[in-house]
């Protein structure tokens, strides 16, 4: 079936170096695409989100970028920091519909 | 900065019981959402509720699950008969606008253990 689904399921960092978290989906039809920050006990955090027809949008310390050509998608940290450290999750929504759709999760560990 | 409130963080309950998990959305938002997470899975989507009546719903959303705002503040889940595997984590969520990117803001979960 369609999924959202990520590469990696933990990804270790030096504090103060920058974090790659990707993404893979499939489904083709997804036109907006989010990713969340879950830290431990709390619910899905926004961070930040791309409409399909972007390839890049940048945020405070983050940026995402899209490839449709191979369904990717990837949330870059710069500087990481200890704070950062919790569950990413990279998430889509699709014709207009309200359900977001999850993919599995990357476990972002900083290493002071 | 306002934010989506749940109530209780765990609830504890016995197969078969009914229980109602309470989520007190943003206040100036208008679409509702519940999703849920088994433990070490993904967040999935149960419904979503608008102007009193559901929008959309997933396969997981059954009979045995039931949505209601019951006044102008609260946003509830029942689960009629629990089972076993409806232990999860429960999370309210709520955004302003029905539009395609329009961000969903997520409560801190309800933990649900069903024994």
């Known amino acids: 079936g369609e999924s959202v689904g990520l590469h990696l399921p933990t990804l270790s960092v030096q504090e103060g170096d920058n974090s790659i978290i990707n993404c893979a989906y499939s489904?083709?039809?997804?036109?907006?695409f989010i990713w969340y920050k879950q830290e431990s006990g709390k619910g899905p955090q926004f961070i930040i989100d791309i409409r399909s027809n972007m390839d890049k949008r940048q945020g405070q310390r983050v940026t995402v970028l899209l490839n449709k050509t191979v369904k990717h998608l990837s949330l870059q940290i710069a500087a990481t920091q200890p704070g950062d450290s919790a569950v990413y999750f990279c998430a889509e929504r699709s014709g207009g519909y309200q359900k977001v759709t999850f993919g599995t999760g990357t476990k972002l560990q900083v290493i002071p | 900065e306002p934010e989506v409130t749940q109530t209780p963080s765990h609830q504890v309950t016995q197969m078969g019981q009914e229980v109602i998990l309470r989520c007190v959305p943003i206040s100036n938002h208008l679409y509702f959402y519940w999703y849920r997470q088994i433990l070490g899975q993904k967040v999935e989507f149960l419904v979503s509720f608008y102007n009193n009546e559901i929008s959309e719903k997933s396969e997981i959303f059954d009979d045995q699950f039931s949505v209601e705002r019951p006044d102008g503040s609260n946003f509830t889940l029942k689960i009629r008969s629990t089972k076993l595997e409806d232990s999860a984590m429960y999370f309210c969520?709520?955004?302003?606008?029905?539009?395609?990117?329009?961000?969903?803001?997520f409560g801190p979960g309800t933990r649900l253990t069903v024994l």
């Open positions: 969520a709520s955004s302003e606008v029905r539009q395609a990117t329009d961000t969903q803001y």
């Open positions: 489904n083709s039809a997804s036109d907006y």
